[in-house]
């Protein structure tokens, strides 16, 4: 006989967001962009991708994880938790640094944990809502983005269970290897995650949130990219 699983926790869910030092933020848009422009973005970014996890009415706390004071400054101005990551070197470390958030945020969670990448400018709260809303009956879930070979954000839906992130290149497969299901939803903000000038170029048509608006109208950003993004 098959033995269900416990049905997942019903309190509002901890979005755990990492942020890498600034000085090495955004490296692929380095042909277009100066360094301090692709500073401007990147908390531009994130300002968008708090508010808008912040305005989800399922979601209760936000703890950014990075090694820079400021992107903390930035996560505190917007009313989220920061968490200091100690940015040593090596190969798993965003994952790391992950797992060691989440157990933090364990100890209080009543709810799903999410990992949630911080370069969602035209994340909504609808969106996000409607993920957590997917996830609730799988142990573990995936967002996979607008190229479907990465993963915008990863859904454990008890706070007691591991987190088990598997980000970096190919991560919707390796999360999906993990045992991890991925979820069906036309949420064009959640998928979409800017790396690149073309990802650049789709989240200034999709239409991003303020800050990201306001900081592509100063640099003066003129889209060149033609590529159609799918959204799944």
Do not use: Y
């Amino acid at each position: 006989m098959d033995v269900a699983h416990p049905p997942p926790p019903i309190g509002r869910a901890h979005v755990l967001i990492a942020v890498k030092g600034l000085d090495r933020a955004k490296s692929r848009l380095a042909p277009r962009l100066a360094p301090t422009d692709r500073t401007a973005l990147v908390l531009a970014m994130l300002r968008d991708t708090l508010a808008a996890a912040r305005s989800t009415p399922g979601v209760g706390d936000v703890t950014v994880i990075t090694p820079d004071p400021t992107v903390a400054a930035v996560a505190e101005a917007a009313g989220a938790r920061w968490h200091r990551d100690p940015d040593e070197p090596g190969p798993d470390r965003l994952n790391a640094a992950l797992r060691a958030a989440a157990r933090t945020a364990a100890r209080d969670a009543d709810g799903p944990i999410v990992a949630l990448q911080a370069d969602l400018p035209c994340l909504s709260g609808t969106e996000l809502s409607e993920a957590l809303d997917r996830a609730r009956p799988h142990p573990r879930a995936i967002v996979v983005d607008h190229h479907g070979t990465g993963t915008s954000a990863l859904i454990v839906g008890d706070a007691r269970a591991a987190l088990d992130p598997r980000f970096g290149a190919g991560s919707a497969r390796r999360h999906l290897d993990s045992g991890a299901t991925a979820l069906a939803g036309i949420w064009p903000g959640l998928r979409l995650d800017v790396d690149t000038a073309a990802d650049l170029d789709a989240a200034a048509a999709l239409g991003p949130g303020p800050a990201t608006a306001e900081t592509l109208r100063r640099i003066g950003w003129r889209a060149e990219s033609t590529r159609r993004t799918e959204f799944i």
